[in-house]
T-cell receptor, first 113, second 115 residues
Framework: NAGVTQTPKFQVLKTGQSMTLQCAQD?????MSWYRQDPGMGLRLIHY???????DQGEVPNGYNVSRSTTEDFPLRLLSAAPSQTSVYFC????????????FGPGTRLTVL | QQQVKQSPQSLIVQKGGISIINCAYE??????FPWYQQFPGKGPALLIA?????SEKKEGRFTISFNKSAKQFSLHIMDSQPGDSATYFC??????????????FGKGITLSVRP
């Protein structure tokens, strides 16, 4: 199993540009989440999904959209990038019927100029 | 309002010593408390986790102690090794309804183990 994969690894955007961060998992996990990590802030939840077709907002959802059309994929869309969205983004997945372990991907480092 | 607070902010320990990281939470609905370890350039990985029905859980050199009345839990790393040098995050989540998809993390602490 590849586990949780994220693409791209690095991305530089200009203010106002849009892009999609890709996340895929091959473990048939029902739950998937997006976090951002900023220095001194820990990880903060952006959006999460408890199954295909079901998404909800986390702590810092503004400026981000998500959708979940399949169990495997959970893309994160930035509609109009802002410098405040410069961060490292982590996708995670977890099965429903275990003791809550989340498996994290390797992250995407995004810089918005 | 920060719901999960870690202390200290950074920690330097000699090889073979004990590393202790503390965490306090505020939301009484939390009932799952994991610790994650993160190496530079990598995603966090689960180290050990506890539920409030036990006061202590040990896995190898890593122990979680849990104090429900004080709403605190801590990570103890025995016989600390240079390979333990990493960032450690405590986290918490409530049960049910997709709770394991929405962890609340502390800010993290950088541990350095000196040879």
């Amino acid at each position: 199993n590849a586990g949780v994969t994220q693409t791209p690894k690095f991305q530089v955007l200009k203010t106002g540009q849009s892009m999609t961060l890709q996340c895929a998992q091959d473990m048939n996990h029902e739950y998937m989440s997006w976090y951002r990590q900023d220095p001194g802030m820990g990880l903060r939840l952006i959006h999460y999904s408890v199954g295909a077709g079901i998404t909800d907002q986390g702590e810092v959802p503004n400026g981000y959209n998500v959708s979940r059309s399949t169990t495997e994929d959970f893309p994160l869309r930035l509609l109009s990038a802002a410098p405040s969205q410069t961060s490292v983004y982590f996708c995670a997945s977890s099965p429903r019927d275990t003791d809550n372990e989340q498996f994290f991907g390797p992250g995407t480092r995004l810089t918005v100029l | 309002q920060q719901q999960v607070k870690q202390s200290p902010q950074s920690l330097i320990v000699q090889k073979g010593g004990i590393s202790i990281i503390n965490c306090a939470y505020e939301n009484t609905a939390f009932d799952y408390f994991p610790w994650y370890q993160q190496f530079p350039g990598k995603g966090p990985a689960l180290l050990i986790a506890i539920r409030p029905d036990v006061s202590e859980k040990k896995e190898g050199r890593f122990t979680i102690s849990f104090n429900k009345s004080a709403k605190q839990f801590s990570l103890h790393i025995m016989d600390s090794q240079p390979g333990d040098s990493a960032t450690y995050f405590c986290a918490a989540s409530p049960s049910g309804g997709g709770a394991n998809s929405k962890l609340t993390f502390g800010k993290g602490i950088t541990l350095s183990v000196r040879p």
